[in-house]
């Protein structure tokens, strides 16, 4: 199959070193002038040794090819990144959304009414150590499932990426899974940017309270939601990703570090719009979105 693959980002990246395995793989970058890239991927199995990938970039007769196109950017870049391919994207053509957090699937529906729109939700880690390095840093469920009725007939997209890159399931209800991994980056994502550490350290008993107090909140609105849980089911859930992902720099820690523009309010944000709709307070949801607008505030003065 021909796919082209819409952000250069570690995840987009990881996909595109993993599709290239067996299909075509072209990329489309913000720097639209680029023709070419370059990946030196690791494995995560440190006995396969690292290879290196070179993919085409910015080629509107690919684009125009393409089988699939997969949506790698940020949630807030997803209107721009629709913007930039649509015209050149062939009506029928599936389109995969793979970003954190929630909140741009209106958007992307109506920008997209043409095509097979699928959201997909992974817990895959990848990290760019520079402009040419990439590490599958650590495995994890991908899901994938449809957004719109001409979606559901690509179920079989699941059963492809899953042999390139496993484990991939379909679900029939995206929100589900998308609504768990929000669950998890509302509890990971703000205190390992604030606190300026790695995963691992949430398991220490100095974070139990707030953590505990996120998870219930977010377990409200997910339960208003029409997705019922409770706290103790998601902080189990956190606790697996702290555990599975120790050693990791969250991306909201790296996206903090770096001064980039966080996902704060595709994840937190997101969370205290829908509570705000059903009347739920989210006071401890709250504060960390404000300290994390802090320090995006802050950027400019240093
Ligand atoms: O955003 C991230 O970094 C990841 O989604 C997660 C699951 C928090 C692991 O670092």
Not at 72 to 84: G, H, M, P, R, S
Not at 217 to 242: D, F, H, Q
Not at 288 to 298: A, D, T
């Amino acid at each position: 199959m021909k796919f082209t693959i819409v952000g250069a980002g570690a995840i987009g990246r990881l996909w595109g070193c993993k599709l290239a395995e067996k299909h075509q793989v072209q990329f489309w970058t913000r720097d639209s002038t680029a023709t070419t890239l370059s990946v030196d991927f690791t494995p995560l199995d440190s006995g396969q040794e690292l290879k290196t990938y070179h993919f085409d970039t910015n080629n509107t007769v690919q684009l125009k090819a393409a089988n699939c196109v997969l949506i790698t950017v940020k949630a807030f870049q997803v209107q721009q990144a629709i913007t930039d391919i649509t015209p050149f994207l062939s009506p029928g053509i599936p389109v995969i959304i793979m970003h954190n957090g929630m909140g741009s699937q209106q958007l992307a529906l109506q920008l997209l009414p043409d095509n097979p729109l699928l959201y997909a939700t992974t817990a895959q880690g990848a990290f760019r150590a520079d402009n040419l390095l990439l590490n599958h840093t650590g495995l994890g469920q991908t899901w994938i499932g449809a957004l719109n009725p001409a979606g559901t007939a690509y179920k079989h997209l699941a059963t492809l990426l899953d042999q390139v890159l496993a484990p991939c399931q379909w679900h029939d209800d995206i929100n589900t899974p998308l609504w768990q991994k929000l669950a998890i980056n509302c509890a990971i994502n703000p205190l390992t940017a604030i606190h300026q550490c790695r995963n691992g350290a949430l398991a220490k008993p100095e974070f139990d309270s707030q953590l505990d107090q996120i998870c219930n909140e977010v377990a409200l609105v997910m339960t208003a939601e029409g997705y019922p849980t409770r706290g103790s089911n998601l902080r189990n859930l956190a606790n697996k990703v702290i555990r599975a992902t120790a050693e990791n720099f969250s991306s909201m820690n790296q996206d903090i570090c770096q001064q980039r523009t966080t996902e704060i309010d595709y994840i937190t944000g997101y969370l205290i719009a829908r509570a705000e709709a059903h009347q739920i307070q989210v006071p401890v949801n709250t504060r960390v979105w404000q300290q994390i607008k802090q320090l995006e505030q802050n950027y400019n003065d240093q």
